[in-house]
Each structure stands twice: as structure tokens, then as C-alpha cells.
């Protein structure tokens, strides 16, 4: 009997969690659309950032309380109220932003420009002042200016969710904003042991519950001056310290099953 509860448990947590998200997100997105239309650019990029906030951890409670995760968030406690600076994480799961932007009134996200025109995301996200990155120039020069206004940027190097262990190829764009800011770039160091909400992932497909998940503080660089340079030291850094991450298995597995012509 209990085998079959937790079976049930398990086979409806990840598609109720899902569920939610949605709900939260459209409820959100009901109050943060008048207040596009009305509020000034800067009083619209306050109030839409502490509606993300409020509403994206109302979903990391909700994990919790479903006991589908086990989050370790600890590792961004430092970082709330604190200077400039470019955020660059490794990125293995789909909700690995929201998670960052759960504890930080003061980060503007970089975005696939799709998710900005999102009827669930996308009036949240442009109220907030969040970036598209449509075109690469206007992108780097919006993520400047909020730099120069004192906030921070959460922009994922590999520049999509990881399918090759321990990381990606990453781009030049963290390197390029640092330097042309002046800011130096912190890393987060994301691990989990599960291949939930992974690039491929089917939506809807049950993971093995709880899924351990952690967010710690990786190292500090400073603002480069030779951005290739820069960009390959970024990578190697990656590559050293998750090689042994509890996702590299489940990469490695997905990257043997993944057809390669």
C-alpha cells in the first residue's frame, strides 16, 4: 500500500509542480499587464522584479512543501543587496533561473527572446526590464546600462541548457559585458541528480523523486581585458569543478543515447 501511495505521489509531483508554475505565472501576469501599460519604466522595473520574486518563490515553496526537491539555495544568500556584477551559472535544468531570481529582487535575466513574447512569462518579464537576446548587440548593451544602474545580470554562458558533460562550449557574451561594465563575473555552481526538466526532457515524463538539488557560490573573476582569453578560463573553471558534479552521469548517459547523424 505504501509502495503504491509513494508511486502515485511521484507520478503526480512533477506535473502538479508544473502545474502550478503555470498558475502562478498567469496569475501574475493578470496584475503585472495593467501595470505595463501604466507605470513608468523605472517604477514597472522595481514592482515587476518583486512580483517575480514573490511569485517564483511561492513555486520553490511549493517544491517543498510536494517534497519533490531537495533544494539547497543557501549559496545565494551572499549575493542579495549586493554590487554589480554579472551572474554566470552552469544551466542543466529549466527552472534554474527562476530559482536564481527567487532570492534577488535586483537581477535582470537574460532571456530567450521567444520567452518574452510567452503569454505565461512574457508580460512579467518586460515589466521587470528583463533582456532579450534577439540580437546580440542591443542585449549586451542593455545588460551594461542595468550594470551601470547597480543591478545585476543573470546571463547563462553556455547559452542553453547543458547536454554535454560537465558543460557546454561557452560564448563571449559574460566576458564582453564584464569588460565593457567594469564588473567583475561571479559563477554559481548548479547540481542536480536528476534529468528532469533537461534539454530534451519530455514535459510531463516522471522523474524519481526527490530530486536533490544545489546552488553554491563558485569563484569571483575579474573584469578580463582579452575576452577569448577570458572565455576559455571560464570554461576550463567550469569543467574543473563539475566534472565529478552529480549531473555529469546522467549527461554523459543522454549524450550516448542521443543519435548522432
Given amino acids: ?9 511521484e507520478a503526480i509531483a512533477p506535473a502538479a509542480s508544473l502545474t502550478l508554475l503555470g498558475l502562478i505565472c498567469l496569475s501574475w501576469t493578470v496584475f503585472a499587464l495593467p501595470l505595463l501599460l501604466v507605470l513608468p519604466q523605472r517604477a514597472g522595473r522595481i514592482c515587476g522584479r518583486w512580483g517575480n520574486l514573490v511569485a517564483f518563490r511561492v513555486y520553490v515553496w511549493s517544491l517543498r512543501l510536494m517534497r519533490a526537491y531537495r533544494l539547497d539555495l543557501k549559496g545565494l544568500r551572499p549575493l542579495r543587496g549586493g554590487p554589480p556584477v554579472v551572474l554566470a551559472p552552469n544551466h542543466p535544468s529549466l527552472i534554474d533561473a527562476l530559482l536564481i531570481i527567487a532570492h534577488d529582487p535586483n537581477v535582470a535575466c537574460v532571456m530567450k527572446s521567444e520567452l518574452m ?9 518586460r515589466l521587470a526590464g528583463y533582456i532579450g537576446n534577439d540580437s546580440p548587440r542591443r542585449m549586451i548593451v542593455a545588460a551594461i546600462a542595468e550594470l551601470k544602474r547597480g543591478g545585476a545580470v543573470l546571463l547563462f554562458p553556455e547559452g542553453t541548457r547543458t547536454t554535454r558533460a560537465p558543460i557546454n562550449a561557452l560564448t563571449a557574451s559574460v566576458g564582453i559585458i564584464a569588460k565593457h561594465a567594469g564588473v567583475p563575473v561571479q559563477t554559481l555552481l548548479i547540481e542536480q541528480d536528476s534529468a528532469f526538466l533537461s534539454k530534451g526532457w519530455p514535459l510531463f515524463k516522471p522523474p524519481s523523486l526527490p530530486i ?8 569571483k573573476f575579474d573584469p578580463p581585458d582579452d575576452v577569448r582569453a577570458f572565455t576559455r578560463e571560464l570554461e576550463q573553471y567550469f569543467r574543473e569543478e563539475l566534472t565529478r558534479s552529480v549531473q555529469s552521469r ?12
Fill in 1 to 9: 500500500m505504501l509502495a503504491r501511495l509513494r508511486y502515485f505521489v
Fill in 250 to 261: 546522467w549527461i554523459q548517459e543522454r549524450q550516448h543515447l542521443r543519435p548522432t547523424g
Fill in 117 to 125: 513574447s510567452n503569454p505565461l512569462l512574457g508580460v512579467g518579464a
Fill in 212 to 219: 536533490a538539488y544545489t546552488i553554491r557560490l563558485g569563484r
